[in-house]
């Protein structure tokens, strides 16, 4: 079963845009992980957020969780043709520690 | 510090027969978890390995079965293949158990049965 549900399924921008991507989940959870996947490769960690953190950082990825709201959204500010990728959030199911992960983001950024 | 090892990168199989994905972990790591990514179904989990012991699996046959060796390297096998199984595979590392750290994961092994 998908915990986490990513928002909107497929996403196209221009280059030096930024690109926002959301996550909602269902129940509790510990933490809440980022990735990138290029086409048919292996997935990249991006960030880790924790349920007591609200925001971070990482280059020019920006990621919030809202614990209230259930959801989470990763803004990536100017975005370049090589951030062209599927991305997912990946929650942990309260307690279990196994990330399950939504269907992703397709994001495009046109040169 | 090498990243995760998948091997073979890509695999042919004939339905009914069987398979068996190796992944090699990064130095360190004692948490190896395996998922399966289809088109239709995503990122599904498969089951997570921890110190050689099965800790959680996912909702998926018996057909797919894992084990984990002393030096974290883990082997995931599917027997009697079915079409259905065709899939990417990919394995997925991590310090302490999994979701507790950062999940470093492989480039897959493509998997596709005839």
């Known amino acids: 079963s998908q915990q986490g549900e990513e928002d909107p399924q497929a996403l196209s921008i221009q280059e030096g845009e930024n690109a926002t991507m959301n996550c909602s989940y269902k129940t509790s959870i510990n933490n809440l992980q980022w990735y990138r996947q290029n086409s048919g490769r292996g997935l990249v960690h991006l960030i880790l957020?924790?349920?007591?953190?609200r925001e971070k950082h990482s280059g020019r990825l920006r990621v919030t969780l809202d614990t209230s709201k259930k959801s989470s959204s990763l803004l990536i500010t100017a975005s370049r043709a090589a951030d062209t990728a599927s991305y997912f959030c990946?929650?942990?199911?309260?307690?279990?520690?196994?990330?399950?992960f939504g269907r992703g983001t397709s994001l495009i950024v046109h040169p | 510090k090498a990243g995760v090892t998948q091997t073979p990168r890509y695999l042919i199989k004939t339905r009914g027969q069987q398979v068996t994905l190796s992944c090699s972990p990064i130095s360190g790591h004692r948490s190896v978890s395996w998922y399966q990514q289809t088109p239709g179904q995503g990122l599904q989990f498969l089951f997570e390995?921890?110190?050689?012991?099965?800790?959680n699996k996912g909702n998926f046959p018996g057909r797919f079965s894992g084990r984990q060796f002393s030096n974290s390297r883990s082997e995931m096998n599917v027997s009697t293949l079915e079409l259905g199984d065709s899939a990417l595979y990919l394995c997925a590392s991590s310090l302490e158990r999994q979701g507790g750290t950062e999940a470093f994961f492989g480039q897959g092994t493509r998997l596709t049965v005839v």
């Open positions: 390995y921890f110190s050689e012991t099965q800790r």
């Open positions: 990946a929650t942990d199911e309260g307690g279990s520690y196994i990330p399950t």
């Open positions: 957020i924790r349920s007591n953190e």
